[in-house]
């Protein structure tokens, strides 16, 4: 079963960005969580760039795909939804990362347009977003 974990120090930030390859400087304010399996961490998401009731940015990375249960979307899109009453949740995927394009879609997330060049390495990243009423996830 994979456990839920609070991020204490920004450690779980600072992995999902060394993950990414980017750089830590831009954590600021932000909640995290871990996602653990059998004491070895899976995955992280970074809930940033929060605006109270409006949105909140998403940053993911995981080693395996096991991250992804249903237990685990529903309390993800809930602390979104329903903790933190947003109305979006918006992410950045980068355009050759079809495996990653692929899952945050079968999410529910769309497709909202795409930032020509916009990696530090001059790769595209594919913007996207879910609303709250278009999440299956919300309980």
């Not at 995955?43 to 940015?57: K, Q, S, T």
């Not at 394009?101 to 595209?124: P, W």
């Amino acid at each position: 079963m994979i456990s839920i974990l609070q991020d204490k120090d920004n450690l779980i930030a600072r992995w999902v960005c060394n993950g990414l390859g980017f750089d830590t400087a831009w954590i600021g304010d932000n909640y995290t969580i871990g996602f653990v399996e059998n004491g070895c961490l899976l995955g992280g998401l970074i809930f940033h760039n929060y605006r109270p009731a409006a949105d909140v940015w998403w940053t993911i990375y995981a080693e395996s795909p096991r991250w992804c249960s249903r237990r685990v979307l529903r309390f993800i899109f809930n602390m979104a939804f329903k903790v933190l009453k947003c109305r979006r949740i918006s992410l950045l995927v980068d355009k050759s990362n079809r495996r990653c394009l692929s899952m945050v879609k079968r999410m529910g997330f769309q497709e909202e347009g795409c930032l020509r060049a916009f990696r530090d390495n001059g790769e595209d990243a594919v913007l996207l977003g879910m609303l709250r009423d278009e999440c299956k996830w919300i309980v």
